[in-house]
């Protein structure tokens, strides 16, 4: 299973999902098993570099996304079928 990270903004329940990608970690805002918004990527190179030099550029774009949409700058899709979106992979709890 990927990082998942709660989020509650405006009496939603949602999370930041980390998920591999082709060469990259994407960062995914997510509801109700529902992918609603891809929020960032970090390539494979990037993340590897920044742990040699003891940082973690994963988590420092998790906590700028964060942020983000708890100050709202970041505007958040509706989850639901009419709302499209991709539904999130099994591996991620929703339970």
Same mark, same amino acid.
């Given at each position: 299973?990927?990082?998942?990270?709660?989020?509650?903004? !405006?009496?939603?329940?949602?999370?930041?999902?980390?998920?591999? !990608?082709?060469?990259? @970690? /994407?960062? @995914?805002?997510? /509801?109700?098993?529902?992918?609603?918004?891809?929020?960032?990527?970090?390539?494979? #190179?990037?993340?590897?570099?920044? @742990?040699?030099?003891?940082?973690?550029?994963?988590?420092?774009?998790?906590?700028?996304?964060?942020?983000?949409?708890?100050?709202?700058?970041? #505007?958040?899709?509706?989850?639901?079928? /009419?709302?499209?979106?991709?539904?999130?992979?099994?591996?991620? #709890? @929703?339970?």
């Amino acid at each position: 299973m990927g990082r998942q990270f709660p989020l509650a903004v !405006a009496e939603r329940r949602l999370k930041l999902c980390v998920m591999p !990608a082709d060469e990259c @970690w /994407e960062l @995914w805002l997510c /509801e109700r098993g529902r992918r609603l918004k891809l929020a960032g990527t970090v390539a494979m #190179d990037e993340a590897i570099q920044s @742990w040699r030099l003891g940082a973690d550029a994963v988590a420092a774009l998790r906590q700028k996304v964060i942020d983000q949409v708890q100050r709202g700058e970041t #505007d958040i899709p509706r989850a639901g079928p /009419e709302a499209g979106g991709f539904t999130c992979p099994a591996r991620c #709890d @929703w339970s």
